[in-house]
């Protein structure tokens, strides 16, 4: 059974507007998540974190949100460029080793 | 910065054909991971491990193994490949104590025919 979700396949944007990605998880136990960004045939890379303890963290464009009572996070990317068009993951851990992803989102930002 | 080197970016293979699949990273990273990424299903854990010559199954184990005889290196296989194997396979690494992020290789997209 998925424990992180992402509800939206596919997000298209304009250049220079916000850009917000979603997740969802289920186990209350969850208490690390990531956003990775990925490129075809590429890896995934490290975009942002947040701890439970926390319910936002920002990183020039790139913010995160953590609302543990919805067990929802967000990714908002402000303001979108056309290098921002990839795959994003959301991942979650209780452990802080084992991480569980999300299906994905993949953004298009258009010029 | 770290390093996480797949050996190979694209492969194919033959159903029932022994497949391995090697990773290595020279961040002397205690946990390693294998994962696979099939669309709509995200990426999903394989195997982990810890420290040398242990390992964990992850959520879909079935039809892989996994090798772990040197700190650096984390190799998979598919002991008899198989058509639903087609993937794209990805390793990870990330220091031991936990809360930290996942350090990934390029991936191997594999191809069993």
């Known amino acids: 059974d998925q424990q992180v979700k992402q509800n939206s396949p596919s997000l298209s944007v304009q250049e220079g507007r916000i850009s917000i990605l979603n997740c969802d998880y289920t186990n209350s136990m969850f208490d690390y998540f990531l956003w990775y960004k990925k490129y075809p045939a590429e890896g995934p890379t490290f975009l942002i974190s947040i701890s439970s303890i926390k319910d936002k963290n920002e990183d020039g464009r790139f913010t995160v949100f953590l609302n543990k009572s919805a067990k929802h996070l967000s990714l908002h990317i402000v303001p979108s460029q056309p290098g921002d068009s990839a795959v994003y993951f959301c991942a979650a851990s209780h452990t802080g080793n084992q991480f569980y992803f999300g299906t994905g989102t993949s953004l298009t930002v258009i010029p | 910065d770290v390093k996480v080197t797949q050996s190979s970016r694209y492969l194919v293979k033959r159903t029932g054909e022994k497949v391995f699949l090697e990773c290595v990273q020279d961040?002397?990273?205690?946990?390693m991971f294998w994962y696979r990424q099939d669309p709509g299903l995200g990426l999903r854990l394989i195997y982990f491990?810890?420290?040398?010559?242990?390992?964990e199954k992850g959520d879909i184990p079935e039809g892989y193994s996994v090798s772990r005889e040197k700190k650096e290196r984390f190799s998979l296989i598919l002991e008899s490949a198989s058509t639903n194997q087609t993937s794209m396979y990805l390793c990870?690494?990330?220091?031991?104590?936990?809360?930290?992020?996942?350090?990934f290789g390029s991936g191997t997209q594999l191809s069993v025919l």
């Open positions: 961040m002397d990273h205690e946990n």
């Open positions: 990870a690494s990330s220091p031991r104590g936990g809360y930290e992020k996942l350090f």
């Open positions: 491990s810890y420290d040398v010559k242990m390992k």
